[in-house]
């Protein structure tokens, strides 16, 4: 990815554009441009056969892309919800088994990657904890997307990584749930129904207004468009808002976790 991102910006620079025109070429952020150049984002084949017509690169960047290793730090078959997560209107986002992927410290983060078998060497760790902290970025932009959490209180009971970094993950919680356009639901223990038993699942809502689901396994994942069943899961969403804490009643858990009264 590094040297994809360091071919770019040869040839951007050599064909006379900066980060932010060539961005504003292709209606993306600058920020986008400059995340490929840096590694720190892949370069898609579809924007890669745009930039080589752009900028006169004969298939450089495409065949690049091309020969990219099979395995990377973010596995193919997430790459197309992070884009349309980064773009989404509206998330709302069911999590059972962990913090959600937006809502993680890095502390907590760190602990996530290095639970993995088999394990990821520390370079790798410390690329892809950069990388999920980035991604907090949409929730502090100016104009954010709304965002919906519902989380089960098991997941917020489990220590991983340890307690200083328990702690600083709740707290880190508790903050984010007094942020602007974020509903942060907990889920509480002790419940005889419960909506979610079949896993974890995000819906979006796209900026042409359509609505998709994504759900996830340890061996792959899946972007759901068909209309029955993103409306299944949409159905199980508003269940599991109804059987958990409100927002004020899950920050007060949050608080009593603190030990904050």
């Known amino acids: 990815m590094k040297m994809v991102g ?3 910006a040869v040839h951007r620079e050599a064909a006379g554009y900066t980060q932010r025109s060539l961005a504003a070429h292709f209606c993306m952020s600058e920020d986008q441009i400059a995340s490929i150049e840096q590694g720190r984002r892949p370069l898609k084949m579809d924007l ?3 930039l080589d017509d752009v900028l006169g690169t004969n298939r450089t960047l495409q065949t690049a ?6 395995v990377d730090l973010v596995p193919r078959f997430a790459e197309e919800y992070l884009d349309r997560e980064e773009e989404a209107l509206a998330i709302s986002w069911y999590e059972c088994l962990l913090m959600p992927g937006l809502l993680q410290t890095e502390g907590y983060a760190r602990a996530v990657f290095r639970s993995r078998v088999p394990v990821y060497d520390e370079d790798e760790i410390e690329q892809l904890v950069a990388k999920r902290i980035e991604r907090r970025d949409i929730l502090h932009r100016k104009q954010p997307p709304t965002v919906s959490f519902v989380i089960w209180e098991a997941a917020l009971r489990d220590q991983l990584g340890g307690h200083e970094v328990y702690v600083q993950q709740l707290r880190h919680l508790r903050e984010y749930a007094d942020l602007p356009g974020l509903w942060l639901q907990i889920l509480p223990l002790g419940r005889t129904t419960h909506a979610g038993l079949s896993g974890p699942f995000i819906l979006l809502e796209t900026p042409e207004h359509q609505r998709l689901a ?3 396994t340890g061996r792959g994942s899946q972007l759901i468009s068909e209309l029955d069943e993103v ?3 949409n159905q199980k969403y508003a269940m599991l808002r109804t059987q958990a804490l409100n927002t004020e009643d899950s920050k007060g858990l949050l608080d009593r976790m603190l030990g904050e009264r």
Do not use: N
């Open 231 to 233: 409306a299944i899961l």
């Open 6 to 8: 360091a071919l770019l």
């Open 214 to 216: 994504y759900t996830e």
């Open 48 to 50: 890669a056969i745009q």
């Open 65 to 70: 892309v091309d020969h990219m290793p099979e």
